[in-house]
């Protein structure tokens, strides 16, 4: 059983009109086996949080902690945080040129456990995998999401999330860009990590849509960088119906 705990979380980034607060004090507990739907308007900060969550230089913790089973999470490098179990699949993957999908994942693998996968029980867990999320053998010789459509970068995302075994997923936006098809695909891939290792679920997204196949045990409304409102899977079916309007005359 883990829990990631954020509390008072406070965070600024540099912009050209000088430094600016984009989480203003922000609450959120997850424990092991339990989705969370991070639901929000454009600029309420909902990336920020999961880019603050993962170490991106970019943003700045001013107050508040993080912590994943009572470990300080603040006070660890990128790398470490991966290693104690957290992991990001991003809104925007970047790409890698000249590292293939198969040597990516393997020496991810090897880092985050600290040796070297067993070769053929490695290729057998990565086929399956593969298999799972509808992606053809040759997928795994291209380079790191160079060339790769929306759909394509997702479903690597959701393959790395699998292999890798985190503790805690932060899935930013992962429904973006993706047709019916891949929507579909993609969830099934992070409902079997959910029930195979009972992984804590982050989900940030503007829409219900994804919420049709990943199912939250707890809604979070995210307006000015605050959480504005928390309630179960029928605050997503209010939101589908009503929008944010409410919420950001409150704000």
């Known amino acids: 059983m ?10 600024t980034v540099d912009t050209p009109e000088g430094v600016k607060e984009i989480l203003k004090g922000v609450d959120l507990s997850i424990s092991s086996g339990e989705t969370h739907a991070i639901m929000g308007p454009n600029g309420s900060g909902k990336s920020t949080l999961a880019y603050s969550i993962a170490g991106h230089p970019k943003y700045t913790v001013t107050e508040g902690t993080i912590t994943l ?3 300080d999470v603040l006070a660890m490098t990128v790398d470490e945080r991966a290693k104690a179990g957290l992991f990001l699949a991003m809104q925007y993957p970047v790409e890698v040129p000249g590292v ?3 040597n990516f994942l393997r020496t991810a693998k090897t880092a985050i456990t600290g040796e070297a996968p067993k070769l053929r029980t490695w290729v057998k867990d990565v ?3 593969m298999e799972a999320l509808r992606m053809d053998p040759t997928f795994a010789e291209r380079n790191v999401n160079e ?22 997923a932060i899935l930013d936006e992962t429904d973006s ?8 695909i993609v969830s099934e891939g992070v409902n079997r990590v959910k029930d195979n290792t009972g992984l804590g679920i982050m989900l940030i997204t503007h829409y219900t849509r994804i919420l049709n196949y990943i199912k939250p045990d707890f809604v979070h409304v995210f307006v000015n960088g605050r959480v504005a409102e928390e309630g179960g899977p ?5 939101l589908e ?6 919420f950001l005359v409150e704000a």
């Not at 060339?147 to 805690?168: A, C, N, T, V, Y």
């Not at 993706?178 to 579909?184: F, N």
């Not at 119906?241 to 409410?246: I, K, M, P």
Request: net charge negative; aromatic share 4%.
């Open 147 to 168: 060339g790769f459509s929306g759909g394509e970068k997702k479903r690597h995302e959701i393959l790395q999330m699998e292999l890798l075994s985190p503790k805690m």
């Open 241 to 246: 119906a009503e929008g944010y309007d409410r």
């Open 69 to 71: 089973d009572g470990a």
């Open 100 to 102: 293939s999908v198969s």
């Open 2 to 11: 883990s829990t990631l705990e954020i509390k008072n979380l406070h965070v």
């Open 127 to 129: 086929k399956v995998s």
């Open 234 to 238: 029928e605050l997503a079916d209010q």
């Open 177 to 184: 860009g993706l047709d019916v098809d891949a929507l579909r």
